[in-house]
T-cell receptor
Framework: DAGVIQSPRHEVTEMGQEVTLRCKPI?????LFWYRQTMMRGLELLIY????????DSGMPEDRFSAKMPNASFSTLKIQPSEPRDSAVYFC??????????FGQGTRLTVV | AQTVTQSQPEMSVQEAETVTLSCTYD???????LFWYKQPPSRQMILVIR??????QNATENRFSVNFQKAAKSFSLKISDSQLGDAAMYFC??????????????FGKGITLSVRP
């Protein structure tokens, strides 16, 4: 298995632009998590899905953030409009029920 | 709500020595999993070890072992014979067992471990 695949690995964008981060989970995993990592706040859970359904989006910082999972093999995290404070590493992770999560390599987002 | 606390932001160990990283958590659940993840400079998150709360025996993976104290809600990671490649950020994580869809994976803030040659 190729593991969790995220794209792009790096993204630099201008303030106000729309940013879309993509994730392909491991086949057969029924949970998908989106995390954001910064020096100040550590690893924050933004949202997670179970069987493509959003279960808890209480970590999404504001309405500028949205996430979708149209099918079991694809998810997106969108920021519109982006702001410099959104600069962080964004991780996608997937798991089977109750077990450990497997992480992608992350997307480093820089908003200038 | 479940919380995971790693109170030491940084630690240092001499190569070949042993180091223990601390973690405490807060939960009202009786059945759950605990994990330690390693994040080297490459930023890839790697599972080091996991512990099921219903198991009394402490988990061990080669040079890595845990001290799981359920009553004290403590879950420390011991690294024996430290190697330069162990230098990384280490995260403690909690996940409750739930028959429904509610199965959040919560992380502590992490601890940066440096290994002195």
């Amino acid at each position: 298995d190729a593991g969790v695949i995220q794209s792009p690995r790096h993204e630099v964008t201008e303030m106000g632009q729309e940013v879309t981060l993509r994730c392909k989970p491991i086949s057969g995993h029924d949970y998908l998590f989106w995390y954001r990592q910064t020096m100040m706040r550590g690893l924050e859970l933004l949202i997670y899905f179970n069987n493509n359904v959003p279960i808890d989006d209480s970590g999404m910082p504001e309405d500028r953030f949205s996430a979708k999972m149209p099918n079991a093999s694809f998810s997106t995290l969108k920021i519109q409009p982006s702001e410099p404070r959104d600069s962080a590493v964004y991780f996608c992770a997937s798991s089977r029920t109750w077990t450990e999560a497997f992480f992608g390599q992350g997307t480093r987002l820089t908003v200038v | 709500a479940q919380t995971v606390t790693q109170s030491q932001p940084e630690m240092s160990v001499q190569e070949a020595e042993t180091v223990t990283l601390s973690c405490t958590y807060d939960t009202s659940e009786s059945d759950y999993y605990l994990f330690w993840y390693k994040q080297p400079p490459s930023r890839q998150m790697i599972l080091v070890i996991r512990q099921e709360a219903y198991k009394q025996q402490n988990a061990t993976e080669n040079r890595f072992s845990v001290n799981f104290q359920k009553a004290a809600k403590s879950f420390s990671l011991k690294i024996s014979d430290s190697q330069l490649g162990d230098a990384a950020m280490y995260f403690c994580a909690y996940r409750k067992l739930h028959t429904g869809a509610n199965s959040k994976l919560t992380f502590g803030k992490g601890i940066t471990l440096s290994v002195r040659p």
